[in-house]
């Protein structure tokens, strides 16, 4: 059986689990409120756990949409520690749409060359609980000039899959094997998706279809 720092190891990578079968997609979008201001992030390389940090101030308000393709019901989303009230907005048969806001009220800004986690963790109706954790540098409120500077974040992607037995992850060479003793669960590793990458993979799409 994996030990407890095993699975939390799996988990700051960006996996989730889950207990039921089945595939589908996740994605989640920040905007910073009241007018849906875009969100930054910046390139890491291997000076820290993941390459990408999403820059965010103190004391602000941020508005989280969550999306699932093929439709989830979304019963509970927690970020940091905070839970959130999840608003369906929107379904069809093939996704659903939930939003709920966060804010960065009363955390301090992180110190010059820290990194801070921000575990995600959502409860899906029939389906378990998923979670994910990225990496967050949060700036004073003025600074204005450092936190929006760098790449606008266009969304982040997580692809969920069932499986069963133990996880294997391998990343920047390091290995991590979880032993789930056979029970079913999902892995998800999620990705950064940058608004530049968005409007390219847009147009690759719309490409196809001339």
């Known amino acids: 059986m994996a030990s407890a720092a095993a699975v939390e190891r799996a988990v ?46 103190t004391d602000t308000t941020y508005r989280i949409d969550v999306s699932f ?3 989830r019901s979304l019963e ?67 600074d204005v000039q450092h936190c929006e500077w760098g790449s606008r974040l266009h969304c982040i992607e997580l692809d969920c899959s069932a499986a069963e037995g133990s996880l294997s992850v391998t990343e920047s060479g390091d290995s991590v094997e979880v032993d789930l003793d056979s029970i079913p669960f999902f892995i998800a590793q999620h990705s950064l998706v940058e608004e530049e990458a968005a409007e390219l993979l847009a147009a690759a799409a719309a490409a196809e279809h001339l």
């Open 69 to 71: 393709k093929p439709p």
């Open 76 to 142: 509970k989303i927690t970020v940091l520690g905070q839970d959130m009230e999840a608003c369906e907005r929107w379904r069809d048969s093939t996704a659903s749409a939930y939003s709920g806001y966060y804010t960065t009220q009363g955390i301090i800004p992180s110190r010059k060359g820290q990194r801070e986690d921000m575990p995600i963790v959502m409860r899906v109706k029939e389906t378990g609980e998923l979670s994910t954790c990225l990496q967050i540098k949060f700036y004073r409120q003025a």
């Open 12 to 57: 700051a990578r960006g996996w989730c689990l889950a207990m039921s079968h089945g595939t589908f997609k996740v994605t989640l979008s920040m905007k910073k409120e009241p007018h849906g201001s875009p969100v930054y992030c910046k390139m890491d390389g291997q000076r820290f756990k993941q390459a990408k940090t999403v820059k965010l101030h």
